[in-house]
């Protein structure tokens, strides 16, 4: 058995809950919207059918015949359709656009940071926001916790999407969790806070700072 210590064992719990999360998110779209697809289809089906029993004399089995090869093809388009419509939606509800960022944010938030000389920004019940604060606190890191997002992704204060903005200006990513110091360093995602972590510079960056 391998036995897997620090940065290398949360990486490996991260990338098996990111597993998880992706099945059940795939499991999710299946039960959503492949079921209204196929509601479209038989509904069109129906349509047609009663179109072609309405239009010909030769009784339900001709309709019957004619509406199994004309109707078809038009309705899975139909269904196709439904459902492309359906992830797309899915898509913009799950993807907040980023908001145009008010003047003053980053005076704001640096501001923020220089005050307690590291803080860590988190979302609610989020694995890895917990994995960055274990590694903060396994190099003795003194810092403070600011949740800017609850369990399912909303804002949990009014400068929430204005500080993401602003942190991916800095860091690349607007991915929680970000550490941010005094000075102007940050690191954006639970990946570079890691890498920062194995290479040494998250301790000597917090050093810097005087937090650690």
């Not at 098996?16 to 099945?23: K, M, R």
């Not at 959503?32 to 004399?57: C, D, N, Y």
């Not at 038009?74 to 459902?83: E, M, N, R, V």
Request: charged residues 25%; hydrophobic residues 40%; glycine residues 14%.
């Amino acid at each position: 058995m391998v036995c897997m210590r620090g940065s290398a064992a949360r990486r490996f719990t991260a990338s098996l809950a990111l597993s998880v999360a992706a099945w059940l998110s795939l499991n999710f779209l299946a039960e959503t919207f492949v079921p209204q697809a196929l509601g479209v289809v038989r509904r069109q089906g129906s349509r047609e059918f009663s179109k072609q029993a309405q239009g010909h004399s030769g009784g339900l089995i001709g309709a019957s015949t004619s509406g199994s090869t004309g109707s078809t093809l038009p309705a899975l388009a139909i269904g196709a359709g439904a459902l492309a419509g359906g992830l797309a939606v899915f898509r913009r509800r799950s993807q907040r656009p980023a908001q145009t960022g008010r003047k003053g944010v980053r005076e704001e938030f640096e501001k923020e940071v220089e005050s307690e000389k590291a803080i860590l920004f988190i979302r609610a019940g989020c694995m890895k926001c917990d994995m960055a604060r274990e590694s903060l606190n396994d190099i003795g890191m003194t810092y403070k916790m600011v949740e800017l997002e609850n369990e399912i992704g909303q804002a949990q204060q009014g400068n929430t999407e204005d500080y993401k903005e602003y942190m991916k200006l800095k860091t690349g990513t607007d991915e929680l969790p970000q550490v941010h110091f005094v000075g102007g360093m940050g690191f954006g995602g639970v990946d570079n806070i890691l890498d920062a972590l194995d290479s040494g510079d998250l301790e000597e960056v917090g050093q810097r700072a005087g937090c650690c």
